[in-house]
């Protein structure tokens, strides 16, 4: 019986690694999938986007499938959590790489390879605590410590905007412990289920709950500090509209998306954010 569990141990833990990705993708998947978002790549359109598709979305989710599941394996064989830190910094950089090779060097997950990275890397380190405010604190552990092989800028438009308006970004959403997925995203998704909404509209006003709140650097490097509070106050006209759900709050939506497009920005950000908890609310027991 001993020999037989012994035998058996890793091979549920090879599998539990590859159910991590493909609950990862799934939810790149869902959040792209969702239809009408603002401003984002949905199944009517691109958005306020020039080079990017749901074809081209999903087909990079899919692309991505070994980086995370690289990370989910480095979560459960990688004790160091310093060794861990830097293993997942270099699985994530080329993660990077192979999602610009599959897209022909469009940037459709960069955010999200680092949001939904660190928490399957987190989800993978204790398979008996997937419940998000666990796996999103040790996620943040992670975050908080400092990768010695990555460079020290990388001069993408997240950091060049996380200076000129003093905002985190994504490094720091990471740090603090998803606070816009574990206080936001995910009560919200579970209020409106709980109220009846159907699941399209409880993803829907998560997604404004986020995009409300949110420091989204996507909408500040596009539109700076004006467009991001324009966003964030649309964004909340809707939820106090009634919701996706409500014939109100469905108006306001439509006028929001325009106001979106005229203002040529999108809560990139916001999207990675409700990915991540649809991933952890995907996998919580
Ligand atoms: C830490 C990194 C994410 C690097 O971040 P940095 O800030 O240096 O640069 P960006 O890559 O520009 O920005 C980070 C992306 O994170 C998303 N985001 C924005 N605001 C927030 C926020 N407040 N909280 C959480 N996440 C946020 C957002 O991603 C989405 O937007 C992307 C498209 O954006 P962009 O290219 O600006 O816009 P386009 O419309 O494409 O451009 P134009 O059309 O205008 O030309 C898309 O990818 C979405 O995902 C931000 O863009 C990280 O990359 C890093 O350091 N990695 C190193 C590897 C590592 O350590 N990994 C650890 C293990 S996972
Ligand atoms: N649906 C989407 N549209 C545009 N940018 C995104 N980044 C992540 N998801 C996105």
């Given at each position: 019986m001993a020999a037989v569990l012994e035998q058996r141990q890793p091979l549920a833990s090879a599998a539990f690694a590859g159910y991590l990705a493909d609950a990862v993708v799934a939810a790149l998947i869902d959040e792209v999938t969702l239809t009408p978002k603002p401003g984002l790549v949905d199944m009517r359109g691109r958005g306020a986007h020039r080079d990017l598709s749901w074809d081209l979305m999903c087909h990079s989710a899919w692309a991505l499938h070994p980086t995370f599941h690289a990370m989910a394996v480095a979560g459960q064989h990688i004790a160091d959590p310093q060794q861990l830190r830097e293993q997942i910094g270099l699985i994530g950089r080329q993660g990077e790489a192979a999602m610009m090779a599959a897209t022909g060097g469009i940037n459709t997950h960069r955010g999200a390879i680092w949001a939904l990275g660190l928490l399957v890397t987190a989800a993978a380190q204790d398979r008996n605590a997937p419940t998000p405010a666990a796996v999103a604190a040790r996620a943040a552990a992670l975050a908080c410590r400092h990768d010695r092989l990555a460079p020290a800028m990388t001069g993408n438009k997240g950091e060049?905007?996380?200076?000129?308006?003093?905002?985190?970004?994504?490094?720091a959403q990471a740090r603090a412990g998803f606070p816009h997925v574990i206080w936001v995203a995910l009560p919200w998704l579970e209020h409106c289920r709980t109220r009846g909404d159907d699941e399209n509209d409880a993803r829907l006003n998560a997604l404004l709950a986020v995009i409300a709140n949110l420091d989204d650097t996507c909408i500040l490097s596009r539109g700076g500090q004006a467009a991001l509070t324009a966003?964030?106050?649309?964004?909340?006209?809707v939820l106090i509209a009634g919701g996706a759900a409500s014939s109100h709050g469905r108006s306001a939506l439509q006028q929001f998306e325009q106001e979106l497009l005229a203002l040529h920005v999108s809560p990139g950000g916001a999207a990675d954010l409700l990915a991540a908890a649809l991933f952890l609310d995907r996998i919580k027991t």
């Open positions: 060049l905007a996380c200076q000129q308006y003093s905002v985190g970004g994504a490094r966003v964030q106050s649309g964004a909340l006209r």
